[in-house]
Nanobody, 114 residues
Framework: QVQLVESGGGLVQPGGSLRLSCAASGFTFSSVSMRWYRQAPGKQRELAARITNTGTTNYADSVKGRFTISRDNAKNTVYLQMNSLQPEDTAVYYC????????WGQGTQVTVSS
């Protein structure tokens, strides 16, 4: 079965960096696009970044130039490098894959605060 396990969240000061990881299993990782979503308190879940199976990336305007999505097909893992973090980046971050339906990880909390 499809499993997605996120890690790497935490508390960071404004201007700091974090790297999130999502370990995937249960499907052919190298063949699919992977996504990072985030959900801030009281807001809808939004797409932050996407990487296709060929490595093409797309970003939300709010994170463009600060976040970088990447993947390691040998490790079945997708990453989200987050730099220049701001309080508005505070959210639960979710890894996502669509395989006939959406699958989600459990989420990892990112809190940006001084």
């Amino acid at each position: 079965q499809v499993q997605l396990v996120e890690s790497g969240g935490g508390l960071v000061q404004p201007g700091g960096s974090l790297r999130l990881s999502c370990a995937a299993s249960g499907f052919t990782f190298s063949s699919v696009s992977m996504r990072w979503y985030r959900q801030a308190p009281g807001k809808q879940r939004e797409l932050a970044a996407r990487i296709t199976n060929t490595g093409t990336t797309n970003y939300a305007d709010s994170v463009k130039g600060r976040f970088t999505i990447s993947r390691d097909n040998a490790k079945n893992t997708v990453y989200l490098q987050m730099n220049s973090l701001q309080p508005e980046d505070t959210a639960v971050y979710y890894c996502n894959v669509f395989r006939f339906r959406d699958y989600w990880g459990q989420g990892t909390q990112v809190t940006v605060s001084s």
